[in-house]
């Protein structure tokens, strides 16, 4: 592992960006976590976690045209970066291999 | 709230809580789905639902940024640890002396209360004397403007006389001193043509006065142009700022309208600014250009003063030199009306302050004695709660908290109390600054330019903690060094070390001796001002009430017109019921307004040009002498009959008549006050009693009185002595005079006793305020010296015990301690003698017939403090007599 950690939660928050691919902004990524993993996750985590990976380097973004909707404010989106790319497949390298062998187990209700 | 928008206050919260960068794109998030939800029909929920959501994104945002910021501070350590580490310490000392501070409420509450008066008033003087003394004149470079007065001590004058107009244009183009030399003169004009009469305020000023010199300019018009300072120039006038919103309700309009005063309709041609104000008649309303005839010569006749400003890079003593050469030459080409005379230069901002600056100073000093009495007082309260508290420091020092840890401790407690001590007495000096301000004498200079702002407010808080660090650094000196481990073992009852009691004593008797210095100076003011009251003014001020008008020159242009003027209104005053009788001056006694003038005896050679012999001059009309109580020595008052047709009379004052009549009869004799060439003959016909014609203290000139219907000005003052309150009578008396000129307003409406009494207007502030502070460092004074005593009975119960065991009476244990009270009062007695008798000096020039080192106040002042100190310790030896010695013994 190397330098800073990637916890839990911000390791979800990549995969969720990953999984939407164009447009991953804020209310999209708090949607697809939620509905995937069925967990009522807290709006401010998810915005708290993205902006810690952003600091690390993991995570970029850029704003986005203002739209009425919104009260006239721009939405932001995200993307995983080549960091935070590196960051994953080593997450999953790792867990894979501990993993291994142990799915029924895992896997059970 | 409504359906459609989300609630304000939640926006708001995240715009506080969120960052800057992303909140933007947060609260879009937010709102869109908050959209959504609106158009699923959620209505209300909507709205709860975003209120929520918003909570929990602040609430969340707010630690994420803790701990960022514990994340920064953490990164920082390795780089420099010490000096978080000392912060970090600093936090928590802090917040443990707040935890200490509310653990002792009263505690707290007294210390409290006492900075917060000590501070509150250093603050509310201060401020005073920074606004009147220490800031800049308002004005563009303040440092360039002067005022030039004319010397005539070589010719037995003035110091500071004022000016020719053809001297002052001599002296600002030859000199090579000056950008610009402003003059003015007063102007007191009647405004007519809106409902009452109204008498202004004002000044005649040249040309470029405030353009120039000053350099203000006007917030609407503009000032006046060069054509416009002629003698026959159109008639053109400033209004200064407050008079334009009273009177013409702040109407922009008023620019170009004409408005009659002294009868002459005048174009307002500008407004000057709000809270702008001349260094001179500061209450004007209004200004007018001064129209002096270019070509004139004259030299003689000096009414003018002076505003300048002096040229680039010139100081004010390179313009003295060149005014002393300047005025050579003139006394050489002008013998008559120069010689002997010297130009001076002096600083705007000193000539202005110069007659409050002692007693400023003075205050500023004593204020600062009653901050050092507090903050002794303070520290002798901490020291006594120290001993009470030495128990607990003891188990700190035994948990491992190091000796200099112990002491930071303390002075970080006391800084904590000074700053809260500063902050409330910040909040009463507001109030002192404005009462102080409200209660000045009105000819207190630059009064209305004091303010509380923030450079007042940074040095209160400077104050604050010095004095915090000042009271608390000898309980942490103590802490530092006590040996903790036996206060431990006594128990932490009886107070530890006996040097405890000696710094406590040592601390009582200098507050003593400050004490005594202030009641001492008080003292002195005190007497001071008994004698000012009691000097003989040479009239009778009672139930004489001052009705003052000015007359118009338009329309009262000669002599025939004042007097018949003054005549009408005589008449119709005496009238009036209440009205005992009634004369006429034109000048008032101790306004110091009198005119003078050079005068000549007959028979007598002709005084030589460098040392003319002037007399001050009043006009009077017929009766005034006993209705202002002035003995006539010899002699008689003027008779109605004596007009501008009849020989010329005068009545001289006894001190001209001593001085220049030692052996000779001066009734008979004749004097020329007129010109050498064109002489007015008037024959002396009474000797009047010496009366004080500029203040109090000045003493009686050479003065003669003219009759005024032979001399007759256009300001006058009618005196009336009423058999009822003067003031019932004024209302009366505003209806006669209504009655023979409806164009004319009351200049003046007062009971002579209020005059007289505004004199000492000054004298009477200072030594009130000095006495206040000198009575509250009296009443510190004598509670710290009670406190001591009773201190020392309770740690001396035992020995008290065995004594009256051993048979002491009860009174001699009284006489014991009382006598160590007297002890302590006396040593602080006379070391605040030697420091009194030091710094009275300063204040010598408050002084009135009273030396700075009076013996008697000295005696007065002691007696009142033994008195009072023997009282405190009385108190406590009483207590201390009647213990119980068995029970006393017993409890050891």
Redesign the interface.
Known sequence: MSRDALGEFEHMVLLAILRLGEGAYGVRILEEIRERTGRDVARAAVYIALRRLEKKGYVESWVGEPTPERGGRAKRYFRVGAEGMSQLRESHYALSRMREGLEPLLEAQ | MSGVTPPAWARRLLNLAL?AD?G??????????Y?RRLEAGAGRGAARWYMR?AV??A???GW?RVREGRERRRKAVGIRRWEVGMLEGLGKDVRFAVRTLLRAPGFGAVVLLTLALGIGATVAIFSVVDGILFRPLPYPDPDELVMVWADYTRRDGPTREWLGYRTAMDLESESGAFAELGLWGGWFPTLTGRDEPAQLRGAAISEGMFSRVLRVSPELGRTFAPEEDLPNGPRVVLLSHGFWSSTFGADAGVIGRSVTLDGQPTTVVGVMPRGFRAPFIPDAQVWQPLGIPPDREDRGAVYLRSVGRLGPDVTVEAADTRLATLSERLAAEYPRSNTGVVYDVYPLHAELVSTAATGLWVLLGAVGLILLIVCVNVANLLLSRAVSRQGELAVRAALGAGRRRLARQLLVESAVLGLIGGVLGIGLAYVGVDLLVSLAPEQTPRVDEVVLDGRILVVALAISLGAGLLFGLLPALRAGRADLRSALVEGGRSGGSGGGALARSGLVVAQVALAMVLLFSSGLLIRSLQELNRVDLGFEPENLLVFGVNLPASRYGDGERRSGFVRLLEARLSAMPGVDALATTNTLPMSGFDGDTGFRIEGRPPPPPEEPQTVWIRRTTPGYFDVMGIELEAGRDFRPAEDAESPRVVIINRTMARRYFPDQDPVGQRINLNSESDPIWREIVGIAEDVKNFGIRRESDVALYLPYHQAASTNLNVLLRTTIEPTSVARAAREELSAVDPGLAVALLEPMTDLVSDTLAADRFITVLLGSFAALALVLAVVGLYGVISYGVGRRSRELGIRAALGARGREIVLLVVRGGLVLTGTGLLIGLVAAVVLTRLMENLLFGVSATDPSTFVAVALLLATVAAAASYVPARRAARLDPARVLKSE
Do not use: T
């Open positions: 960052p992303g933007g794109e947060i609260v879009g998030d937010l709102e869109e789905e959209v959501e929990r994104l609430v969340a945002f994420e």
